[in-house]
């Protein structure tokens, strides 16, 4: 019943009109003139038989709520109230007006059901990835339609975003905004996941897990900015970075590293670009974690400086990194050559 409200008016006058001629066709007022305690027991009887009727249509009115077993497929005009035993998941065709980003934080199961994610400044109410159901024997774990499961407690990455409260279907009067006013009356935001698994630790990795990183890394997302390039895998697990240090002057190519004027590393991690040419994060994005920071010890960059830079120029320069290794504690590895790209060639973060 949590989240359901069973509000029922009991008139006793209307009660005893309704009992009258109930019994073989006499009122129950003339029998009890013969038998009183007759009349005692029929009001006894029927009182339990109308309030439970009236708890019956009270339970039917809470129906099942998003990620109930039986709501799954159901539009949302077919939803109504979601209770706190109730899992929160995306519904299918509403749209929550987020722009998925890399997220990371811990799960937690608070009291009455009500689950929230801690993205490192606070908890906020948390709506699951469509499919996510809670097995009938563990309430504070959540399991994916792949199977995997996630915990109460547990660190975990996601794609998802932080949404108004306002931007959800449902608020103030709908299931939504009963979810709300059941779990958080006063919160504002939710964050909606789009994909979730345990966290990445990177830490817990040895030397040869990350040679093996990089060495199997598809560095194929460039992140424009600067005098330079970067590119990272999709995940921004393993990144290569090179850029002028100064970040002005005359440019001379081609570049061979190592080079005193280049910063030119390799850098393993997670959510590495976070906070690319971004000065301006808000208070729940994550943070870049660096584990290791490994020098190109060979390689020659071949690009074209532009005649103009900056970021309203906006020139997108072309390169390649050709014949490149990385020097690491336990000797050189080979990144080969590489295709690079600074769509935002000379522009800087402020």
């Not at 509000?7 to 013969?34: I, K, P, T």
């Not at 706190?84 to 987020?98: N, W």
């Not at 975990?156 to 059941?182: E, I, Q, R």
Request: proline residues 8%.
């Amino acid at each position: 019943m949590s989240g359901c409200h069973v509000v029922a008016v009991w008139s006793r006058a209307n009660h005893r009109a309704d009992l009258r001629n109930r019994v073989g066709g006499v009122g129950v007022e003339a029998l009890s003139c013969f038998y009183p305690w007759l009349r005692k027991c029929v009001l006894k009887r029927n009182l339990i038989v109308t309030t439970l009727a009236i708890l019956l249509l009270g339970l039917a009115a809470c129906g099942e709520g998003p990620g109930s077993s039986s709501s799954a497929g159901a539009d949302s005009s077919s939803l109504s109230t979601l209770g706190g035993d109730r899992l929160p998941v995306q519904v299918p065709g509403e749209d929550y007006g987020h722009q998925p980003v890399q997220l990371t934080g811990v799960v937690a199961l608070q009291g009455g059901g009500c689950w929230t994610i801690d993205l490192g400044d606070r908890p906020r109410l948390v709506v699951f990835p469509a499919g996510y159901t809670k097995p009938p024997d563990n309430g504070a774990i959540v399991e994916g339609p792949d199977g995997q499961t996630v915990e109460s407690g547990m660190a975990v990455d996601a794609d998802g975003g932080v949404v108004p409260a306002t931007a959800f279907p449902g608020v103030p009067d709908g299931y939504w905004g009963n979810y709300l006013s059941f779990c958080n009356p006063g919160t504002q935001e939710f964050v909606v996941l789009d994909t979730l698994e345990p966290a990445f630790d990177p830490q817990a990795l040895s030397q040869d897990d990350l040679v093996a990183m990089v060495e199997s890394g598809d560095l194929s997302t460039d992140w424009g900015c600067g005098i330079g390039f970067a590119a990272s895998t999709p995940d921004q697990r393993v990144a290569l970075i090179v850029h002028l240090r100064d970040g002005s002057g005359e440019v001379d190519t081609p570049v061979t590293f190592p080079d005193e004027r280049w910063s030119a590393e390799v850098v393993i991690g997670k959510l590495l670009m976070t906070e690319w040419c971004d000065d301006v994060t808000e208070s729940w994005a994550p943070q870049p974690l660096v584990v290791a920071r490994w020098p190109l010890s060979s390689g020659v960059l071949e690009f074209t400086p532009p005649p103009t830079s900056g970021c309203d120029a906006g020139p997108t320069v072309s390169a390649t990194l050709r014949d490149a290794t990385v020097a690491t504690p336990g000797g050189d590895i080979a990144l080969g050559s590489l295709s690079l790209v600074n769509d935002a060639y000379g522009c800087f973060a402020g």
